[in-house]
């Protein structure tokens, strides 16, 4: 039985593929509108590979296919956009005295129109009840 070498341990398979995932998501965040072989070119991955995550990602519905681009050869280029409706992040600044918390969806727009704010003594049911506030 051979003993493993000791130096970076091993990473399991579902934490790489979350960390693949969330790249890909990056990028395509970042980008306002990006193809599968661009992808593939910016995350220098196979286009199979991205094929794989994006297809999964679009079945989850995290990403959405848009327009596409007709070059002169070839086949069409389609565009992928995150969805709006997937899912929401949430950052919170905590500054001097007060706490700022914001809820954007997917494509980074803020998911009630407002920036609450927290101030010490708020009870924090109350500052993470306020993200979800009209």
Known sequence: MKKRKKGKPVRKKKAVIADVEGMLIKHVRASGGISRIELSKAM??????????????????????????????????????????????IGVDFHGEEILTVSVDAISRLSAGHAPRCIPGTPRPTCCANLNRP
Request: hydrophobic share 35%; no cysteine; proline share 9%.
């Open 44 to 89: 220098n991955l196979s286009a199979s590979t991205i094929g794989i995550y994006v297809e999964r990602l679009l079945h989850e519905g995290i990403l959405r296919e848009g327009r596409k681009d007709f070059p002169a050869r070839g086949r069409p280029r389609t565009f992928l956009h995150p969805n709006p409706r997937a899912g929401y992040f």
